[in-house]
């Protein structure tokens, strides 16, 4: 059973629109939300995170939204540069008093067009 | 800081054969996490070491094996390989755990079961 999904596999938007990538979560006890990228040939890289007490986060041209009623988060990335064009894992946490496990999502490829 | 490295980069082996990967993680981190990567599923978590501990564990049969060393350098060992062990095994460390902070990955290594 898939506790966090990535419904679209793919995105492709062009340089300087907004991409806008979602993540939908089943288990009620994750408290901690993170977007990793990947590029071919490296591992994930941290990208941001969101605790549950909050809805909103932002760095830079990034910025991850929680609706945590409809169990969705999304990672919106405005302006879109073509060095954006990776996969991106959603990732999510319960709290087990330090030893937390990360749950991945199966990942979306975005491409993003000069 | 040198990042997290793993080796062997490719490997390659015939069922019913056995292997072990090495993860070492960056200076400093006690935590070690290990993930298997395929297209079909995503990044799944394997298992977590922290201070030479098994701190938490996905659901892979227990032919999936790992330690952790006193320099915090960690294996993982796949026995009796079968063709859909075939996948991107990444390993990465931080600090305490994968939630309080983000968790720098390895550039993984490549097994292909023939």
């Known amino acids: 059973d898939q506790q966090v999904k990535q419904n679209s596999p793919s995105l492709s938007v062009q340089e300087g629109r907004i991409s806008i990538l979602n993540c939908d979560y089943t288990?009620?006890?994750?408290?901690?939300f993170l977007w990793y990228k990947k590029y071919p040939a490296e591992g994930p890289t941290f990208l941001i995170s969101?605790?549950?007490?909050?809805d909103k986060n932002e760095d830079g041209r990034f910025t991850v939204f929680l609706n945590k009623s409809a169990k969705h988060l999304s990672l919106h990335i405005v302006p879109s540069q073509p060095g954006d064009s990776a996969v991106y894992f959603c990732a999510a946490s319960a709290g087990q008093g330090g030893s937390e496990k990360l749950v991945f999502g199966k990942g979306m490829k975005l491409t993003v067009n000069p | 800081k040198a990042g997290v490295t793993q080796t062997p980069r490719y490997l390659i082996k015939t069922r019913g054969q056995q292997v072990t990967l090495s993860c070492s993680p960056i200076?400093?981190?006690?935590?070690v996490s290990w993930y298997q990567q395929t297209p079909g599923q995503g990044l799944q978590f394997l298992f977590e070491y922290f201070s030479e501990t098994q701190r938490n564990k996905g659901n892979f049969p227990g032919r999936f094996s790992g330690r952790q060393f006193s320099n915090s350098r960690s294996e993982m060992n796949v026995s009796t390989l079968e063709l859909g062990d075939s996948a991107l095994y990444l390993c990465a460390s931080s600090s305490q755990g994968a939630r309080y902070n983000e968790q720098f990955f390895g550039p993984g290594t490549r097994l292909t079961v023939l």
């Open positions: 200076s400093g981190h006690r935590s």
């Open positions: 288990n009620s006890m994750f408290d901690y």
């Open positions: 969101i605790s549950s007490i909050k």
